[in-house]
């Protein structure tokens, strides 16, 4: 199993955080050979900027701020199916919005723990969940090609049972 959950939540150092994904998305892209343009590199790093998803209105609406001029809303779009595709953000469908992924690269299985109170979500994978989705959803003569599974609650930092 895989899981970011609890970095995600606890205070942390979360320019690592962002070191690490951008140095994951440059593999990721070497690996594919398809490039890390800047505007893709500069909405991954939007996305990055906490842990909680980010809509595409707010993507549209904050990058002026870090380039210093407007970015058609098409051109944004087109930042984010690419980053999609390589599987370097998800999206969370509940949410309609995108959240980076912490081990992009590596077979996984989507599950997104979203907290209600403060809207983080941390993703976890777990294996043998994989298999089950892909041998129930076989068994019903369904062919699967992607999955997300999103939970809800309260993560660590916002339970009050959480001991400190
Ligand atoms: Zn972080
Ligand atoms: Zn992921
Ligand atoms: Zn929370």
């Known amino acids: 199993m895989i899981s970011n959950a609890r970095s995600a939540y606890q205070v942390h150092d979360h320019q690592r955080c962002i070191d690490a994904a951008l140095n994951r998305a440059r593999q990721c892209c070497a690996a594919a050979n398809a490039r890390l343009t800047p505007i893709r590199e500069t909405v991954l790093l939007l996305i990055w900027k906490s842990h ?3 809509g595409a209105y707010s993507i549209v ?3 002026p701020a870090l380039t210093g001029k407007r970015i058609q809303p098409p051109s944004v779009y087109r930042a984010i199916e690419f980053l999609l595709e390589l ?3 998800h999206r969370i ?3 309609n919005a995108f959240i980076g992924c912490p ?3 590596s077979e996984h ?3 997104f723990m979203v907290c209600r109170q403060c809207g983080s979500a941390a993703e976890v994978s777990a294996d ?3 298999q ?3 041998e129930t959803t076989h068994k019903a003569g369904f062919q699967l090609e992607s999955q997300t599974v999103e939970v809800s609650g309260l993560c660590l930092a916002c339970n009050p049972e959480t001991p400190h």
């Open 52 to 54: 909680k998803p980010l």
């Open 128 to 130: 043998n969940l994989n």
């Open 87 to 89: 599987r370097l953000i």
């Open 132 to 134: 089950l989705i892909a």
């Open 103 to 105: 081990f992009p690269g």
């Open 61 to 63: 609406e904050q990058l």
């Open 109 to 111: 299985s989507d599950v």
């Open 93 to 95: 469908p509940s949410l």
